[in-house]
């Protein structure tokens, strides 16, 4: 069993910053990929970005290219989501999730692929 706790989620203007964290409990951390998803009301739970286990292989939406970085540390069992010139429309409840055994890559952008979820983080961009 993995569990996961986000935090690091709050009220921010129009092109600021937020960095998000996960912390997995679990007696080890050799998942194969690591993932955020976000939701906003009304709509359904979208990818964010995936990370695999060796940090090597990273996968964004388009719409936070360049804007959003995600990284892993091992030793620490953590996963961190670097959100930088945040917008009104990246206002959601972000979710961090994990696939335990190797899949194909592309299979990453799905929510229905990863196995366990964190209860999620409020993000909230004023304008």
């Known amino acids: 069993q993995v569990q996961l706790v986000e935090s690091g989620g709050g009220l921010v203007q129009a092109g600021g910053s937020l960095r998000l964290s996960c912390a997995a409990s679990?007696?080890?951390?050799?998942?194969?990929?690591m993932g955020w998803f976000c939701q906003a009301p009304g709509k359904e739970r979208e990818f964010v970005a995936a990370?695999?286990?060796?940090?090597?292989?990273?996968y964004y939406a388009d719409s936070v290219k360049g804007r959003f970085t995600i990284s892993r540390d091992n030793a620490k069992k953590m996963v961190y989501l670097e959100m930088n010139s945040l917008k009104p429309e990246d206002t959601a409840v972000y979710y961090c999730?994990?696939?335990?055994?190797?899949?194909?890559?592309?299979?990453?952008?799905?929510?229905?692929?990863?196995?366990?979820w964190g209860q999620g983080t409020q993000v909230t961009v004023s304008s």
């Open positions: 679990a007696r080890t951390f050799s998942t194969y990929a």
């Open positions: 990370i695999t286990w060796s940090g090597c292989n990273t």
């Open positions: 999730t994990t696939k335990i055994s190797r899949v194909a890559s592309p299979l990453l952008r799905r929510r229905n692929t990863f196995d366990y």
